[in-house]
Nanobody, 113 residues
């Protein structure tokens, strides 16, 4: 299982970004996919995750971020709106599979004027 994330970048406060993550490989389906974020000196924290039917968000992004996925593929998105400087972090795509947790390479989101 390999996860490839994309879509990060520099955006002004109040702006929007859309992150994407694709799970590559063959013969498997990732039931749960999600996003974590990490800032320097801190541990990775859950941002949002979904199994395609239900979603979970950390409180700080609720109402601003939306996680969704392509139900037929190992593809997950994170729509980030009303971005704040405190959202600045490296965002990692993640998925559990057969007892292991897989991580993408991370994509940097910088919210700054």
């Amino acid at each position: 299982v390999q996860l490839q994330a994309s879509g990060g970048g520099l955006v002004q406060p109040g702006g929007s970004l859309r992150l994407s993550c694709t799970g590559s490989g063959s013969g498997f389906f990732l039931n749960v996919m999600g996003w974590y974020c990490q800032t320097p000196g801190n541990q990775r924290e859950l941002v949002a995750r979904t199994d395609g039917f239900s979603t979970n968000y950390t409180e700080s992004v609720r109402g601003r971020f939306t996680i969704s996925r392509d139900s037929a593929r190992n593809l997950v998105f994170l729509e980030m709106n009303s971005l704040k400087p405190e959202d600045t972090a490296i965002y990692y795509c993640t998925a559990p599979f057969r007892g292991n947790t897989y991580w993408g390479q991370g994509t940097l989101v910088t919210v700054s004027s």
